[in-house]
């Protein structure tokens, strides 16, 4: 009992001294297109390559529209086309966003493996080769989205969105397999979420450790108080004694970006 306790006691102190060498940072990352002043966005229908069928284009666009919407931050307008956004006034939008859709779909290849196998008959045990089927199927999804302005047509942004999951199986469990839509909308949703960390800002947090050393020690307890410049000022007079000294430089970087 009393061993049990004393190794509690080591492992809460061991628990407090990794998180004392840690802190956490939070910082701001804007947004991929330029939204300043933008709130109303017109969308018109991605335009899907030739072998992109209507439904896809059409959904894909939906997708992109409820993105934007669940945000919070703009107002969507009613999906338009490339027409009505031309004769419409600039009043009415902020901007509009157009895309190209190059592919969403699966792609599907089947193969086969032998295998031997040993086989009862009458006559006895034999071996026998079998031919065991297997299907592969490869989710790809490759569209690209611009956000211009409504008032001077000013590009304001552009991104490309690509991604790809491949999967197979063989034998009976083929019957079991992932089916083509929800391979599709898994790559889609991967693309959709980076798509919505692009356009709107986001913090994001994550731990950095502190470096040991006594020198640093003076800055670092001003960065644990969030006094950011002195505990700059203190690590940048280490690097003018020693402009190679890379744990002063990279504590500097660290007060840089706890500042965004």
Not at 1 to 14: C, N
Not at 79 to 97: E, H, K, P
Not at 158 to 169: D, G, I
Not at 183 to 188: F, G, I, M, R, T
């Amino acid at each position: 009992m009393k061993s049990t306790k004393v190794l509690a006691i080591l492992m809460l102190s061991f628990l407090s001294a990794c998180a004392s060498n840690r802190f956490a940072l939070r910082r701001t990352v804007p947004s991929q297109f330029d939204i300043q002043g933008i709130r109303k966005i017109a969308i018109t229908p991605l335009e899907g390559h030739a072998y992109v069928d209507s439904y896809s284009a059409t959904e894909l666009t939906r997708r992109v529209e409820q993105k934007l919407q669940q945000s919070g931050l703009f107002q969507v307008m009613p999906t338009m086309s490339a027409r009505d956004i031309v004769g419409n006034t600039s009043d009415s939008f902020d901007a509009y966003l157009v895309g190209d859709i190059r592919q969403w779909n699966v792609e599907k290849r089947n193969d086969y493996r032998r295998e031997e196998r040993d086989v009862t008959t009458e006559s006895g045990t034999q071996k026998q080769t079998i031919t065991i089927p297997i299907l592969h199927k490869t989710s790809k999804v490759d569209y690209s989205v611009e956000l211009i302005s409504a008032k001077d047509r000013r590009h304001l942004g552009s991104k490309q969105y690509s991604e790809e999951k491949e999967t197979s199986s063989e034998g009976d469990s083929i019957k079991y397999m992932t089916s083509d839509n929800d391979l599709k909308n898994d790559v889609l949703d991967k693309t959709l979420s980076r798509f919505v960390e692009d356009m709107i800002p986001h913090e994001v947090s994550y731990n950095v450790p502190w470096i040991k050393n006594d020198a640093y020690k003076a800055g670092i307890d001003l960065g644990k108080q969030g006094r950011w410049p002195e505990a700059r000022e203190n690590w940048s007079l280490l690097t003018k004694s020693n402009p190679n000294d890379d744990g002063a430089l990279s504590l500097i970087g660290v007060s840089y970006e706890a500042q965004g």
